[in-house]
């Protein structure tokens, strides 16, 4: 998969655009200037750097290295600070209780890893810090503009429920909607979206 995702991230064209994601965006009165912020799966920047631009100290990790190079490319460009980090998730040591907001922005883990990668998102932020998730609903094959195109690695609100069972969940809902981010996410889109706050 890092093979993937450095040959998607190595063309010019930023894969899923430079915005930020709508979702993420529409959280703006939650976040304050002067949070710590991890996002992860952050592929080539756009919501990191958003965050960045927001005055948050944001720190990006992603599984490509050429994700890494364009999203330090983009917040150079933005005139925003941002620490990147490169590293697979699944065998990351997960900082504890460091950070006040965490997002993750349609990253999906294979069945086998997503309970655990969720727990440990969960325990990277500090108590009280809020959690910012989008992802495919397991409806998205029907729809195809988007996300990975196997069931196993698309989620439903059961799943996120039970993974974030020890958050106090502030919102949670599956709606259709439309995505138009970079050309590999663009069209009427079943997503997942979940804010909660550790405790």
Not at 53 to 62: F, I, N, P
Not at 65 to 71: D, L, M, P, S
Not at 96 to 114: G, K, L
Not at 156 to 185: K, S
Request: aromatic residues 8%; proline residues 4%; charged residues 25%.
């Amino acid at each position: 998969m890092k093979d993937f995702w450095d040959s998607r991230y190595a063309e010019d064209e930023y894969a899923y655009g430079t915005h930020p994601n709508e979702f993420l965006v529409a959280q703006r009165a939650r976040l304050e200037a002067g949070q710590t912020a991890l996002s992860i799966g952050d592929g080539e920047g756009r919501n990191g750097v958003w965050l960045a631009a927001q005055g948050l100290d944001v720190t990006t990790v992603d599984y490509s290295q050429e994700g890494i190079n364009k999203a330090r490319r983009l917040a150079a460009e933005r005139g925003v600070r941002l620490t990147t980090l490169c590293a697979d998730l699944t065998e990351w040591d997960w900082p504890t209780n460091a950070f006040d907001v965490a997002v993750a922005i349609f990253v999906h883990f294979s069945p086998e890893h997503r309970t655990a990668m969720h727990h440990a998102l969960l325990r990277a932020l500090k108590p009280g810090g809020l959690l910012i998730l989008e992802a495919y609903h397991k409806d998205q094959l029907d729809y195809g503009t988007g996300g990975p195109p196997s069931l196993e690695m698309l989620y439903t609100r059961e799943d996120l429920e039970g993974d974030f069972a020890e958050a106090e969940i502030l919102g949670l809902e599956h709606r259709v909607r439309e995505v138009h981010e970079g050309r590999h996410h663009h069209g009427t889109s079943s997503v997942l979206q979940l804010l909660a706050r550790k405790p």
